[in-house]
């Protein structure tokens, strides 16, 4: 889903309503067994869904944030030094953040700074670590 910018309405309303058919589309299942499920079991699939959902949203965020930023540019400064550094590579590196709703892909430039010797990946909202 990452790097194609913002997703249009229409595009999540079909995705929440696959989420709500897999929810959902299990009634038939649950006549056809012997037993209900529990409220745990309930609660574990509700939530499995809705963190796919948010993943969805916060990847289409990332993405849409990063291609109307200034995110294509050569160079930019450290965040540590404030001194200007070059691209690592040509070409996007895919980044994966853990989250409350599970990991979160999205594509950045990597930069490095060769007075701090540190790589970095501005652009885009600002995402605190774990560490």
């Known amino acids: ?33 012997t037993r209900f499920p529990t409220f ?24 849409s944030e990063t291609e109307s ?8 400064d450290c965040p540590r030094c404030g001194r200007a550094c070059k691209r690592k590579r040509e070409e996007l590196k ?8 599970g990991s ?3 594509k950045r430039y990597e930069y490095y700074c060769v007075s701090c010797r540190k790589s970095f990946f501005p652009g885009g909202p600002q995402v605190e670590t774990q560490g």
Not at 4 to 30: I, N, S, T
């Open 1 to 33: 889903m990452f790097g194609k910018g913002k997703p249009d309405k229409e595009e999540w309303l079909r995705e929440a309503e696959r989420a709500y058919e897999r929810v959902f589309g299990q009634r038939d299942k649950v006549r056809e067994s």
């Open 40 to 63: 745990t079991e309930l609660e574990e699939e509700a939530v499995q869904e809705g963190n796919q959902l948010a993943r969805w949203l916060l990847e289409g965020k990332i993405s």
């Open 69 to 76: 930023s200034d995110f294509h540019r050569e160079e930019c």
């Open 94 to 101: 895919v980044r994966d953040l853990r989250s409350r709703p």
């Open 104 to 106: 979160v892909s999205f």
